[in-house]
């Protein structure tokens, strides 16, 4: 599964030029082990000849000695880089029908997902080897600020760093970083649509085309809409549309340019979950009633939202001007300014049981989070990469710097209820008669504010009234980094990488009720030392560190800062690793194994109850065993996967908290698996299936709430019609498995979608 792991030592991990952005982020995928699998098993067939001469397919057909890596802060070929890297590719992402950040991320073990809730946003919340990463996304390397729900549309790959990476990625990062690489224009002429439809009213177009303006001017132009119903849940719905013009002037010139936009907007109906069976607390008087703590035992299709009432609305625009000069020699120098802008406006019900209302009273209160938030970005940075020898010993080197401002606006709505008996009106719905606890009953008794646990109707009326607060917060977060990297050759069996990073970090939140702050200068490293007992193969050992201040989140996300934070010290975050990366078969197999030890110290704890003042009093730590074998297994057969083993315990908790010592994180199953395979039947037909497996999850630091494991099936079929056209059938969650894909720690989990079929015509010209 580590990108690291390739057998493609020839590759360079210095930036291309312009010319090679999209053959560069291919590379990347054919060096990394995701992708070494992906490419052999995603290149269509040669149909049989029509005429005198047959008509090669498009596919992937690239010499990977030629390709660099993405990042410019990886100094080293990616086979000797010492850190795990995963790499989900186009094909992977295309074959696997996935159309969506959390679609294609489920391919890669070791990656879980938090559910939101009101003060942590409803979005992407990714927790990598059990540190939640919501605040560690990045688009082309640059930070992705705000709360979102991403698309894949306009995303060539898809790369997951894992471990501590504060050194390469800046704050946070505690258990790795996820950066989409975007679609840029390339030096010649292609024209790619989709139209698919299926099940559970699925409709979904797209169109990828790249035009050449001139000799050194290529235009690309991606577009997507979307339609689906979430299958098997009775009244989720996602519709999005999105647009991404990029254009580059000075294709194949030493000094290019590039400008990009991109635009997403959602209007989704978000999907309730379902409430855990809560355990009451040892002192309250229904003790003798207390629950399992595992989700309540209700059929799929249970949603306890309101579609009168619920909606999600999300804009996303990111514009982008980069420029690039290579000045020979091997130095290249990159300069990127990103604007970016993220909306998220939602109101949404949280299936709430936190007062019993399941054992008590036979509902369940239909709780209404709400938000509405605006994220500005704007960033500034800069790479140098470039080689040289002192002596000996041969330098791959990568300086740079980062400027960046972030300033979020966070709003409520205040959720009225009306007394049915007397008809007054209520100002919020915790200073209603209903106040969370079901006892005037169920339905139109409750103002529709309580459901009944089993076949609750999501058409009820929705008649109280819905105000803004009007009491913002506004944050803003100001950035000020430098970082330095030198891969340092010293034979042919010996290298030793080294870096750091300085961050300057300044947030300040202001509010009616209180004005925060919180200033932090960090620095981070990260270290490796590489043996390469044969060309093919190394084994590496490694070290790297991570800070994670109050306030990571730019103010829209699960890091917030408050009063009970906002003069504590970041977080801190290491991790050591020991692995192995081998090619073998003639390059037809990748092996990658490592084990390696994360831990915080320094970790936030809250010295009382929620909302209690918090210390720097925590330590955390996971040890883990990643295995990954990806590549050909003959000239048909192409598998690739990985299995991960997390034991994660909490080593020193909070004075007077002694239920949370030792026990398991949130969102970290002991054990995920992921294996994705296809098979070449005939030159014109592929079929394919993966399995998705996963360990029991806890919700809560106490681990009193809790999903069960499971497994999950995919398959896909592929018919090359002609050079032009490609069919593809893909059925998601093949035997319609009733699973959790998300926990949150009080009061519910997400369901997973139940079975989905898609049938897709892929055009090529």
């Known amino acids: ?59 992937v057909q690239v010499q990977a000695n030629t390709l660099n890596a993405t990042s410019p802060k990886l100094t080293a070929n ?79 790959q898809i790369e997951v760093t894992k471990g501590p990476s504060s050194a390469y990625s800046g704050r946070g990062s505690a258990g790795g970083s996820i950066n989409l690489v975007t679609k840029a224009p390339e030096a010649h002429d292609f024209m790619h649509a989709s139209v698919g439809v299926g099940s559970d009213t699925y409709a979904r177009a797209t169109v990828d085309w790249n035009q050449r303006v001139g000799d050194d001017v290529a235009f690309r132009l991606n577009v997507m809409d979307h339609h689906s119903d979430v299958p098997d849940r009775n009244g989720p719905q996602q519709k999005r549309w999105g647009v991404a013009p990029s254009i580059t002037f000075g294709l194949g010139q030493p000094t290019s340019v590039t ?91 949280l299936p709430d049981d936190s007062n019993g209302n399941f054992l008590l009273n036979g509902g369940v209160w239909r709780r209404g989070n709400n938000r509405v938030s605006s994220t500005d970005s704007l960033t500034n940075q800069t790479d140098l990469t470039g080689e040289f020898t002192t002596g000996s010993i041969k330098h791959s080197v990568a300086i740079g710097a980062e400027l960046a401002r972030e300033k979020t606006w966070r709003d409520s709505y205040i959720l ?72 340092m050759t010293l034979s042919e069996q010996w290298e030793l990488n080294l870096g750091a990073r300085f961050d300057s970090f300044r947030t300040r939140s202001t509010s009616a009720a209180a004005r925060l702050s919180n200033d932090s200068n960090f620095w981070n490293y990260q270290a490796g030392l590489v043996w390469k ?15 994670t201040p109050p306030g990571v989140d730019a103010g829209d996300g699960a890091d917030g800062i408050a009063v009970t934070n906002q003069d504590l010290k970041p977080e801190n975050s290491r991790n050591l690793e020991l692995g192995s990366k081998w090619s073998l078969l003639d390059e037809r197999i990748s092996l990658s194994a490592a084990v390696f030890r994360t831990e915080m110290s320094n970790a936030r704890v809250a010295t009382g109850g929620r909302g209690s003042a918090q210390i720097n009093a925590g330590k955390q730590r996971v040890d883990g ?67 998705f497996a996963m360990g029991k999850v806890y919700g809560n630091a106490d681990n009193t709430k809790w ?27 093949l035997t319609d498995k009733y699973y959790f894909n998300e926990a949150y720690t009080t009061h519910y989990v997400a369901v997973a979608p139940g079975r989905a079929a898609m049938l897709t015509a892929d055009f090529r010209l």
Not at 91 to 116: E, H, K, M, Y
Not at 416 to 434: C, N
Not at 709 to 729: C, K, S
Request: include cysteine; aromatic fraction near 8%; proline fraction near 9%.
């Open 416 to 487: 009225g209820a009306i007394d049915p008996a007397t008809g007054k009106v209520y100002p919020s719905q915790t200073g209603s008669i209903v106040n969370g606890a079901c006892k005037p009953g169920i339905g139109a008794v409750s103002g529709y504010w309580c459901a009944p646990v089993l076949n609750p109707n999501p058409h009820d009326p929705w008649n109280s009234p819905i105000t803004r607060a009007n009491a913002p917060t506004n944050i803003v977060t100001n950035t000020r980094s430098a970082w330095a990297f030198d891969t």
């Open 78 to 156: 990616l086979l000797d880089t010492p850190r795990s890297i995963d790499v989900i590719p186009a094909q992977v992402i295309q074959q696997t029908g996935s159309n969506s950040l959390v679609d294609a991320l489920r391919t890669v073990p070791g990656i879980t997902f938090g559910a939101g809730e009101g003060g942590n946003p409803n979005g992407d919340r990714p927790f990598i080897r059990g540190f939640d990463s919501q605040s560690s996304l990045f688009i082309d390397g640059v930070r992705s600020s705000g709360s979102q729900s991403r698309e894949i549309f306009d995303i060539e």
């Open 259 to 349: 400008l990009g936009y991109y635009h997403l907007h959602s209007n989704d109906i978000p999907d309730s979950g379902i409430p855990y069976d809560n355990p009451f607390a040892a002192t309250s008087p229904n003790a003798h009633l207390n629950g399992s703590g595992k989700p309540i035992a209700v059929p799929h299709d249970t949603f306890y939202g309101l579609l009168d009432r619920d909606f999600q609305r999300q804009d996303n625009d990111v514009g982008t001007i980069r420029v690039q000069h290579d000045f020979g020699g091997g130095w290249l120098l990159r300069n990127s300014s990103v604007y970016a802008r993220s909306t998220n406006d939602y109101i949404w019900t």
């Open 1 to 59: 599964m580590s990108a690291s792991s390739s057998p493609l030592v020839a590759v360079r991990s210095r930036p291309a030029a312009p010319k090679h952005l999209l053959a560069s982020t291919i590379g990347l995928a054919l060096v990394s082990a995701h992708a070494t699998a992906a490419d052999n098993t995603a290149s269509p067939p040669e149909p049989p000849a029509t005429g005198p001469q047959t008509t090669q397919l498009k596919g």
């Open 625 to 691: 065993v990643e295995i990954g074998v990806n590549g050909k297994l003959t000239e048909r057969w192409t598998v690739y996967g990985g299995y991960t083993h997390l034991d994660s315990k909490l080593v020193k908790a909070a004075p007077g908290d002694p239920a949370s010592l030792g026990k398991r994180f949130p969102n970290t199953p002991e054990d995920s698996l992921s294996v994705w395979t296809t098979y070449a039947v005939t030159q014109r037909l592929t079929i394919g299936g993966g399995a």
């Open 533 to 547: 007992p044969a060309k093919n193969g190394s084994v590496y050992l490694s070290w790297g560190t991570s800070s």
């Open 707 to 733: 999903v069960p494991g499971y497994t999950r099936y995919d398959a896909m079929a592929a018919y090359v019609v002609n050079p032009h056209l490609t069919l593809q059938l893909n059925v998601q969650n």
